[in-house]
């Protein structure tokens, strides 16, 4: 099995950044993509962004793409999800995804595992 624990979250205003973190312990060879997902309350989960640790493609929500970037440090199996310009409609928790495949983290946002969240509220 594959343990994710994030940190990172916060509360900032319109056109804030902040940066979570994601580190992935146990399997971590059992796992291709990690990438983060989002909730807002009363919203269905949404791919925010994924990476293949492998050949470092990444990939991005229309929404996000421009905004946010995800990184991974592999010597750490941590990534990282750099987000910029935020805006009232990034509120949510972010979870961090593992999976072999991105898909499951971005299109349909059913990872195999995920960690407990971290908040992100941004204020107008």
């Known amino acids: 099995q594959v343990q994710l624990v994030e940190s990172g979250g916060g509360s900032v205003q319109t056109g804030g950044s902040l940066r979570l973190s994601c580190a992935a312990s146990?399997?971590?060879?059992?796992?291709?993509?990690m990438g983060w997902f989002r909730q807002a309350p009363g919203k269905q989960r949404e791919g925010v962004a994924a990476i293949y640790t492998g050949s470092s493609s990444s990939y991005y929500a229309d929404s996000v793409k421009g905004r946010f970037t995800i990184s991974q440090d592999n010597a750490k199996n941590t990534v990282y999800l750099q987000m910029n310009s935020l805006q009232p409609e990034d509120t949510a928790m972010y979870y961090c995804?593992?999976?072999?495949?991105?898909?499951?983290?971005?299109?349909?946002?059913?990872?195999?595992?995920w960690g407990q969240g971290t908040q992100v509220t941004v204020s107008s």
């Open positions: 146990g399997r971590t060879y059992s796992t291709n993509c």
């Open positions: 995804a593992a999976d072999r495949w991105c898909d499951r983290v971005m299109v349909t946002a059913t990872p195999l595992t």
